[in-house]
């Protein structure tokens, strides 16, 4: 789960108390999945290297370098200006990203379960079934009854009991023969 999560979270930058290489505090992500072992290696700078120490009054360690390595390259065109960093006075922010572009200092559950669960596309009849004063039985005869026509037709919608996943879901398995919905 961790590699799934680390793209949520993020930093905003402010006094560079993060790690250079590991941490993900630019937009591009963690710099060492970018340009990898030989980051560290080709800049000078330790893995555990802070942001501010890769600082200097003038800007980026690297910028004044006069090496055509691609990674030294990479880092002056993509690296944000520097001097926010060196005169900042407040704390880095940890925020969640989760549409993918603006962060936010708190985390909703709902945009969190959006962004790992991506809504399939809505069908232009899920109204008719799901309202707010439909009948439950109703319901779930109707949209047993939908699917099986779609299943009929040809459509790629997943045929297996979602709460047994043993067998194809249909009346007969889902109100006689599946063991989940026996208990229930």
């Known amino acids: 789960m961790r590699s799934t999560a680390r793209r949520l979270f ?5 006094q560079g108390s993060q790690r250079v290489w590991m941490d993900n505090w630019t937009s591009l992500g963690p710099l060492i999945e970018l340009v990898g072992k030989r980051g560290p290696v080709v800049t000078g700078l330790s893995i555990n290297t802070m942001v501010a120490d890769a600082l200097t009054s003038e800007g980026w360690c690297f910028e004044r370098s006069r090496s055509r390595n691609p990674i030294i390259t990479f880092l002056r065109d993509s690296m944000s200006d520097a001097q926010p960093v060196l005169s900042s006075e407040v704390d880095d922010t940890y925020i969640w990203v989760t549409n993918g572009q603006n962060g936010s ?42 699917r099986d026509r779609l299943i009929r037709r040809g459509l790629l919608v997943p045929s297996t009991c979602v709460m047994c996943a043993g067998h194809n879901e249909d009346r007969q398995h889902l109100c006689f023969d599946c063991a989940f ?3 229930v």
């Open 10 to 14: 993020s930093v905003r930058l402010a």
């Open 105 to 146: 200092e708190t985390l909703s559950t709902c945009e969190t379960w959006k962004t790992l669960f991506p809504c399939t596309l809505e069908v232009f009849w899920h109204k008719m079934i799901w309202f707010s004063g439909r009948i439950p039985k109703h319901a779930f005869i109707s949209w047993v009854a939908a």
């Open 181 to 183: 919905s026996s208990q």
